[in-house]
């Protein structure tokens, strides 16, 4: 699947302590590798994409290197779980 890493965090900040804790408590495993095609890192950090020609926002864990490309387009896993990125529908609820 293609996505688009987004350039930013925005304005929602993440009360589970980041991105990748959120991704983890919305029901994700942990992939062993970062889920870019044919990338062995380790994932670092939940990183926020769209799919390619999406407007919704998600939640995707990264390595470093591929987090660092903002704006470009990723070819992930499939079997990646896309997390809808609405903090305040989820952990951000008072």
Same mark, same amino acid.
């Given at each position: 699947?293609? +996505?688009?890493?987004?350039?930013? &965090? ?9 991105? #990748?804790?959120? $991704?983890?408590?919305?029901?994700? /495993?942990? !992939? ?9 890192? *380790?994932?670092? @950090?939940? &990183?926020? @994409? /769209?799919? %390619?020609?999406? &407007?919704? $926002?998600?939640?995707i864990p990264?390595?470093?290197? =591929?987090?660092?490309? *903002?704006?470009? &387009? #990723?070819? +992930?896993? %499939? =079997? @990646?779980? #896309? @997390? !809808?990125? =609405? +903090?305040? *529908? ?5």
């Amino acid at each position: 699947m293609r +996505v688009i890493n987004i350039n930013g &965090a925005g304005d929602d900040a993440c009360p589970c302590g980041s991105w #990748l804790d959120y $991704w983890k408590r919305s029901g994700g /495993q942990l !992939p062993t590798y970062c889920p870019e095609e044919g990338c062995y890192e *380790k994932p670092e @950090v939940g &990183a926020r @994409v /769209q799919k %390619d020609g999406g &407007a919704d $926002w998600y939640i995707i864990p990264l390595c470093g290197i =591929h987090n660092g490309m *903002k704006g470009r &387009a #990723l070819t +992930v896993s %499939d =079997h @990646v779980r #896309l @997390v !809808p990125a =609405h +903090v305040r *529908k989820t952990c951000g609820k008072p």
